[in-house]
Structures are given as structure tokens and as C-alpha cells.
């Protein structure tokens, strides 16, 4: 196996497959897009070259500022009621529930498997007011509140698809930081408990700390996610009411398919993927110091 | 880093590849493929329009079973909300159907026309010679709005508000002759607790028609078309008082709650209910109307009038806004005679086939007797025979990015969160 994989040239014949699709479908679309931020147009009327046109709209474009800042907005929020929510899960399986957590996980899990759409069709209905009022407006006026129309502004709109995506992912989060919180030797747990730690001490001081590696990986993974959402928001609210709860992919797609301007919606692409990189980055360095810190024990 | 073969091999395949794809990219776009002929007759419709592929098929199946024969129909359908995104990938992709949906803004098709996707009828028609079957108001529609005859009437509607006339009758209200008469009608009607106008916030363009309407009754018939020629923008103060007339039926709540997630149906059903008064539609409208499953007030209640007129106002009651819907254009690249011969035995036959089966006034001579045409539908009949100055809508003359923009922030028009100020900045910007 060693010698196989040792050598060079068989390790590339047995990747080049795999690598020309994942050029032909990936890269080679991402090179283009880049290059179609110096130019305008579209696919029917052809396309003209404009120079760094797009990027001067780009910076006076108070619509694209509004997505830019509802994308961090919304990536902050869910990230960390994600990989909060996530965690205590975990902490409940692990000390709570212990053996019978088999199978509250998987009920918790369950979300993540089914497709956006149907989970946004669902919310939909859930915090609808018209024609009907939904499960929770009908709680709201039962408990002597008034209905809310959760559609008709943004925030209320942002707090209906944070709840989604939060209630989505809790479960894929809690299972992922599970397979953490175990790795944690039962001998450390114990020595803790034995030097008077319990409860929340135990979390703050042993816990927590053995468990940053995974903990930061779920952040970054769930940033990435966050930042693209498009999705979820999309069969929600289509970017609506107007365009205030559009993240950047959706002004992305309205740009370049709805209004024909390839150009525009490639500029846009590009400063989302430029955020990404700039968060990537910025999480790898500030991981990178924790780990060596806890390198040798 | 060590300039090694491997490295400098390395770059120059990047640089190799960036090159490459960039030319492609330059050189794509723009060049539709010519010279393929179809191999069945395809359509494409918006999902929302359910007749236009019933009559077809039942076309297909009848009058026009030769044609279907040689070319078999294919039917093909999506959201309306997708249309446009829909039409720009197949036609940059040359792979258009046969027959389309035109854009949701007429500023597409003249943008197809140029690139030479779509068939001009006046010489297609012209050269089968059946350029007489087509109703000439419907054809003069057409042109104002597409710049040419490029589309086909499969329908012509006339909108205006339909109400209840049992409601009415039952909180003592006449049919509003004015703007402030429809204004009180409704202040009565929210007091006797029924819901004044039925209205579909997602959609959008049931509001905005609102505007349009106000906007055309009190500036006149060619309002929008000033906007349009740059003579007026939609920021002077008379435009913006329009969009605050209907925000301020918004403001008073007589759309309901939630205006901005009821959908159509949903606002169809509200009207056809009971559940509210007034409900501004076209005469596209009469096929669930006349549909007893579906109308539950029964025909006789329903009552149909043209939007008020405004007190000293330039425009008056009896200019009908009049559309053709959302008609269907024809690749141009798929006119052959297999195509032809189809697209003959459908100018010949829609008009009677859809007004029979459907209760649908399309814009097509009629060539057959229909019997039992059913009131309402010969109350339209009689309504477009009558009329004679029409007016476009809101978003007639608007670019694609205008037209999304009004139908997006309609429905926080009406619930307060915009301004009619705000609103019509924002649609003015995209213009």
C-alpha cells in the first residue's frame, strides 16, 4: 500500500479524475466569475467590458452595504445560537442523559436531514397570520398577547429564519461537539470531581478547555455555512419584505438573473468569497496560538 | 521559494487556464444558435396560468390533432417569480422552447428581439396570411408595450375592482362613482367588521395596480408613459400622493392582516368567500369565478366595476386599464413550417375553444359560435366592446430591476414599514 501510495505518479493518476471534475465544475466557473467583474451584460445581450466600473458601484451601493452588513448579521447570530445551543446539547448528553442520550439525539438530529424547503414551508406556516394564524400566534393570543405579523418587517422576519437555522442545526452541532466531549478522559473528569469541582466549574475549568479544538472547528465550519446561506432565507421570505432580509448570495442572484447583470452579481460574489477568506483566516490564526499553547501536557 | 522546473511548470498552467477562461468568457454570450429546427412543440408558461395549457392540450387533441401528429405538444411550466431568470438561461443557452411565456417585464422581450430570439407576428401572420384573426385593439396593446407585435393575445383583460354585491347591499353602499365614495364604502365596511379589499402582498402588483389606477384617473391616461420618456418622475409630488392614497388605505388596516403573505389564491378565495368586499383583478379572473366549486358567493353577487374616478382629476371612469395578460412570444430561430402550421391552427382556434372551456376573452377572432356564454363573461365582452381609451399599469413601461423592486415593496407600502415617499424613490432609482 505504502509503495503504491508512496509513489508519486500513481498517488496522481488515481487523483486526476476526481481533480479534472472538480476543476471543470469548481475552479474553472470561480476564474471566469472573477473575470466577469470587468465586464457588463448578460447571456443574451452579450457582454461589454467596463473596467473597474463595478467595483465603483460596488462601493456607493447602499442596497449591497445593507446585504453585506444582514450577512455578518445573520452569521454572528446563528453561528453562535448554533454552536451554543449545540453545546449545551452535548453537555446534556454527556452529563445529563448519559446512556439514554442515544436516542434524544437522534430525534434532535432529525432536522438537518430534511430538505430547506420543506423546513421553510413548515416555519412558514408555524408563524403565519394570514389567512390563518399559525401554531404561534394562536399561543400568543391564547396566552392573552397580540398576533404578530412575523412576515411584514425585517427584524421580526430575521428572528423567524434565525429560530429556523438555529432549530435546524442544533441537533448536527450537539452531535458533532458530543464526539468531543467524550474524547475527554473519564480519569480528568473524576480527578476534578475529587478536588471539589462540579456543575458549572467543572465545565468552565476542565471541560471547556479539553474541548476547544473541536469547539473552534464548529465555529469555523459553522461561519462558512452561515456566510452562504441562501437557501433557507430564500424559500422563507425570497430576500422579502422588499429586500430587507436579502443576505449576499441573494443579491448575488437577483443581479445576476433576475435584472441581467452578470457583471454586478460576479463583483458581489467576490466580496462575499473575499469575507470568507478574511474570516477563515482570521479564526485559523487565533486557533493556531490556542493549540500550541496546549500542545505538550 | 525556488524558482524549480516544477514551479515554473506549475505557473504557467495556472496562467494558462486563467487566460483560457477568461477568453471564454469574453467570447460567450451573445451568439444564439441559429438553424435547428424543433422537433416538438414545445411550450413554456407560467405555472399560474392554468389555461393556456388546458386549451392547448384540448387542441391538441382536436382541432389541430394533424398538427400534433407530425409535432407533438410538450408542455412545460414554471413560477412566474422564475420567469424571467428562466427565459435568460435557455436564451443564452439558444435553447428556447417553441412558444414562451414573454418576461415579466416587457423590457425582456425587446431584449430578446434584439438579440433576434423572437419571431415578429406581423410578418410571420402576414406571410400565412391570417393576420385578420387578430382583434385590433389587442394588437395595438401589444404594440405599445413590446414595441411590435411580438406577442400573442391568448388573453385580453380588462381590470378593474370586482365587489360583492350582497355585502354591499347589506351595509347599504352604491357602487362608488369616486375615489373618497370608495373611501367611505370601506370605512363603513371595516365598521360593520367584514374586510374592505382583498389584495396578494407577495405577489406585489395587485397593489401597485392601485397606484397606477389612482395615478392615471388623476393625472390622465398618459402618466406613466411621461414617466416613462423622462417628461415626469415618480418623485413629483402628484405621483407620490397616488402611492399615498393606497398607503393610507394600508394604514387604516382594510387589507387584512398580513397583507404581505397572502398569495394569490389565497386573495381569491378571500373574495370568493365572503370574506372581503373588494378585490381589483382582471377579467382573467372569470374562470374562478364562474367556476361554482370555487365561487361560493354565487354569480350573481358579484358585481364588476372600473376603478373611481378622483375629483378633478384629468383621467376619467371609463378608461378600462386593458393588458393582454402575460401572452406568449415565438422563438424566432423555430419558424418552420411543421411550427407554422401549428401556430395557424391555434390563431384559428384558440378564440372559441378558450371562451367555451375556459370563459377566457382572448384576443383571437372568433371563429366558432359559442353558446351559453355566461353572464359575467359577456358583462366583460360588453365592458371591452364599450371602452374606448385604454391605460397600461404600474409596471408596463419599468426595467426588469424597476419592475421587481415596485412588486417587492408594495406590500410594506401598505403595512407602514415604507413611506410613499420611500417607495417611489426606490422604484424611480431603478428605472
Known amino acids: 500500500?505504502?509503495?503504491?501510495?508512496?509513489?508519486?505518479?500513481?498517488?496522481?493518476?488515481?487523483?486526476?479524475?476526481?481533480?479534472?471534475?472538480?476543476?471543470?465544475?469548481?475552479?474553472?466557473p470561480v476564474v471566469v466569475s472573477l473575470g466577469y467583474t470587468v465586464f457588463e451584460g448578460n447571456a443574451i445581450s452579450g457582454f461589454e467590458f467596463v473596467g473597474i466600473d463595478n467595483f465603483v458601484r460596488l462601493i456607493g451601493d447602499a442596497r449591497a452595504h445593507q446585504a453585506l452588513l444582514f450577512t455578518l448579521k445573520y452569521a454572528l447570530v446563528v453561528t453562535i445560537g448554533q454552536v451554543v445551543v449545540g453545546y449545551m446539547l452535548s453537555l446534556l448528553y454527556v452529563f445529563g442523559l448519559k446512556r439514554a442520550s442515544s436516542v434524544v439525539r437522534t430525534l434532535v438530529f432529525?432536522?438537518?436531514?430534511?430538505?430547506?424547503?420543506?423546513?421553510?414551508?413548515?416555519?412558514?406556516?408555524?408563524?403565519?397570520?394570514?389567512?390563518?394564524?399559525?401554531?404561534?400566534?394562536?399561543?400568543?393570543?391564547?396566552?392573552?398577547?397580540?398576533?404578530?405579523?412575523?412576515?411584514?418587517?425585517?427584524?421580526?422576519?430575521?428572528?423567524?429564519?434565525?429560530?429556523?437555522?438555529?432549530?435546524?442545526?442544533?441537533?448536527?452541532?450537539?452531535?458533532?461537539?458530543?464526539?468531543?466531549?467524550?474524547?475527554?478522559?473519564?480519569?480528568?473528569?473524576?480527578?476534578?470531581?475529587?478536588?471539589?469541582?462540579?456543575?458549572?466549574?467543572?465545565?468552565?475549568?476542565?471541560?471547556?478547555?479539553?474541548?476547544?479544538?473541536?469547539?473552534?472547528?464548529?465555529?469555523?465550519?459553522?461561519?462558512n455555512g452561515t456566510l452562504k446561506v441562501f437557501d433557507s432565507v430564500m424559500a422563507l421570505t425570497s430576500g422579502g419584505p422588499g429586500t430587507s432580509t436579502s443576505p449576499l448570495t441573494i443579491s448575488v442572484f437577483d443581479h445576476a438573473f433576475t435584472y441581467g447583470e452578470y457583471g454586478y452579481g460576479s463583483t458581489l460574489a467576490m466580496l462575499l468569497t473575499i469575507i470568507c477568506l478574511i474570516v477563515t483566516i482570521f479564526i485559523f490564526r487565533g486557533s493556531r496560538r490556542d493549540l500550541t499553547k496546549d500542545g505538550p501536557r | 521559494?525556488?524558482?524549480?522546473?516544477?514551479?515554473?511548470?506549475?505557473?504557467?498552467?495556472?496562467?494558462?487556464?486563467?487566460?483560457?477562461?477568461?477568453?471564454?468568457?469574453?467570447?460567450?454570450?451573445?451568439?444564439?444558435?441559429?438553424?435547428?429546427?424543433?422537433?416538438?412543440?414545445?411550450?413554456l408558461t407560467n405555472v399560474e396560468n392554468a389555461e393556456v395549457p388546458a386549451v392547448l392540450e384540448t387542441l391538441a387533441a382536436g382541432a389541430c390533432s394533424d398538427q400534433a401528429d407530425?409535432?407533438?405538444?410538450?408542455?412545460?411550466?414554471?413560477?412566474?417569480?422564475?420567469?424571467?431568470?428562466?427565459?435568460?438561461?435557455?436564451?443564452?443557452?439558444?435553447?428556447?422552447?417553441?412558444?414562451?411565456?414573454?418576461?415579466?417585464?416587457?423590457?425582456?422581450?425587446?431584449?430578446?428581439?434584439?438579440?433576434?430570439?423572437?419571431?415578429?407576428?406581423?410578418?410571420?401572420?402576414?406571410?400565412?396570411?391570417?393576420?385578420?384573426?387578430?382583434?385590433?385593439?389587442?394588437?395595438?396593446?401589444?404594440?405599445?408595450?413590446?414595441?411590435?407585435?411580438r406577442a400573442l393575445p391568448f388573453e385580453y383583460n380588462v381590470e378593474g375592482i370586482w365587489y360583492?354585491?350582497?355585502?354591499?347591499?347589506?351595509?347599504?353602499?352604491?357602487?362608488?362613482?369616486?375615489?373618497?365614495?370608495?373611501?367611505?364604502?370601506?370605512?363603513?365596511?371595516?365598521?360593520?367588521?367584514?374586510?374592505?379589499?382583498?389584495?396578494?402582498?407577495?405577489?406585489?402588483?395587485?397593489?401597485?395596480?392601485?397606484?397606477?389606477?389612482?395615478?392615471?384617473r388623476d393625472l390622465g391616461p398618459d402618466a406613466m408613459q411621461k414617466v416613462a420618456d423622462g417628461e415626469a418622475e415618480l418623485t413629483d409630488p402628484e405621483y407620490v400622493a397616488a402611492a399615498q392614497a393606497i398607503a393610507d388605505l394600508g394604514a387604516e388596516g382594510w387589507f387584512g392582516k398580513g397583507v404581505g403573505s397572502i398569495d394569490m389564491a389565497t386573495s381569491e378565495n378571500q373574495f370568493l368567500n365572503g370574506s372581503a368586499a373588494m378585490f381589483y383583478m382582471g377579467s382573467w379572473f372569470l374562470s374562478g369565478l364562474n367556476d361554482p366549486e370555487m365561487n361560493q358567493i354565487g354569480v350573481e353577487n358579484v358585481g364588476f366595476m372600473p376603478f373611481p374616478a378622483v375629483e378633478g382629476g384629468a383621467g376619467d371612469r371609463s378608461q378600462l386599464a386593458a393588458n393582454v395578460g402575460l401572452p406568449l412570444t415565438m422563438n424566432a430561430n423555430l419558424v418552420d413550417d411543421d411550427t407554422s402550421s401549428w401556430l395557424e391552427c391555434i390563431v384559428e382556434n384558440y378564440g372559441a375553444t378558450a371562451l367555451e372551456q375556459e370563459n377566457r376573452v382572448s384576443g383571437?377572432?372568433?371563429?366558432?359560435?359559442?353558446?351559453?356564454?355566461?353572464?359575467?363573461?359577456?358583462?366583460?365582452?360588453?365592458?371591452?366592446?364599450?371602452?374606448?381609451?385604454?391605460?397600461?399599469?404600474?409596471?408596463?413601461?419599468?426595467?426588469?430591476?424597476?419592475?421587481?423592486?415596485?412588486?417587492?415593496n408594495a406590500a410594506p407600502l401598505v403595512t407602514g414599514s415604507l413611506s410613499a415617499e420611500e417607495f417611489m424613490e426606490k422604484v424611480q432609482a431603478d428605472l
Request: aromatic content about 8%; glycine content about 10%.
Open chain 1, 1 to 28: 500500500m505504502k509503495n503504491i501510495l508512496g509513489d508519486r505518479r500513481a498517488a496522481f493518476v488515481l487523483l486526476a479524475p476526481a481533480l479534472a471534475v472538480y476543476s471543470v465544475i469548481m475552479l474553472v
Open chain 1, 110 to 223: 432529525f432536522p438537518i436531514v430534511m430538505p430547506t424547503v420543506a423546513v421553510a414551508l413548515l416555519f412558514q406556516q408555524l408563524f403565519s397570520i394570514a389567512p390563518t394564524e399559525g401554531v404561534v400566534n394562536s399561543m400568543l393570543a391564547g396566552f392573552g398577547g397580540v398576533p404578530v405579523d412575523w412576515f411584514g418587517d425585517g427584524g421580526s422576519a430575521f428572528v423567524v429564519i434565525a429560530i429556523m437555522d438555529i432549530w435546524r442545526s442544533m441537533g448536527f452541532y450537539g452531535v458533532l461537539l458530543y464526539a468531543g466531549l467524550v474524547d475527554i478522559p473519564e480519569d480528568v473528569l473524576e480527578s476534578a470531581r475529587l478536588d471539589g469541582a462540579s456543575g458549572w466549574r467543572l465545565v468552565r475549568h476542565i471541560v471547556l478547555p479539553l474541548s476547544l479544538p473541536v469547539l473552534i472547528s464548529s465555529i469555523i465550519f459553522s461561519i
Open chain 2, 1 to 43: 521559494m525556488t524558482l524549480t522546473r516544477k514551479t515554473l511548470t506549475r505557473g504557467a498552467m495556472a496562467v494558462v487556464a486563467g487566460t483560457s477562461a477568461f477568453a471564454l468568457m469574453a467570447c460567450s454570450g451573445g451568439g444564439g444558435g441559429g438553424g435547428a429546427s424543433a422537433d416538438a412543440f414545445s411550450v
Open chain 2, 70 to 149: 407530425t409535432l407533438p405538444l410538450e408542455l412545460e411550466t414554471t413560477p412566474q417569480t422564475n420567469l424571467d431568470q428562466q427565459l435568460q438561461l435557455q436564451a443564452g443557452q439558444a435553447a428556447l422552447p417553441v412558444l414562451f411565456s414573454a418576461g415579466n417585464a416587457p423590457s425582456l422581450t425587446a431584449e430578446l428581439a434584439d438579440a433576434g430570439h423572437v419571431a415578429d407576428f406581423e410578418q410571420v401572420l402576414g406571410d400565412l396570411g391570417i393576420a385578420d384573426q387578430i382583434e385590433p385593439a389587442a394588437v395595438s396593446t401589444i404594440e405599445s408595450l413590446y414595441g411590435g407585435f
Open chain 2, 164 to 216: 360583492n354585491k350582497q355585502i354591499f347591499a347589506d351595509n347599504g353602499i352604491d357602487e362608488p362613482q369616486t375615489f373618497d365614495d370608495m373611501v367611505a364604502a370601506a370605512e363603513t365596511l371595516n365598521d360593520a367588521g367584514v374586510q374592505p379589499f382583498s389584495a396578494s402582498g407577495e405577489q406585489g402588483w395587485p397593489i401597485t395596480r392601485l397606484i397606477s389606477s389612482y395615478i392615471f
Open chain 2, 364 to 408: 383571437f377572432a372568433l371563429n366558432d359560435e359559442v353558446d351559453d356564454v355566461p353572464e359575467l363573461t359577456s358583462m366583460v365582452q360588453q365592458q371591452v366592446a364599450e371602452t374606448e381609451t385604454t391605460v397600461l399599469w404600474f409596471e408596463a413601461l419599468f426595467s426588469a430591476e424597476a419592475t421587481t423592486t415596485s412588486q417587492r
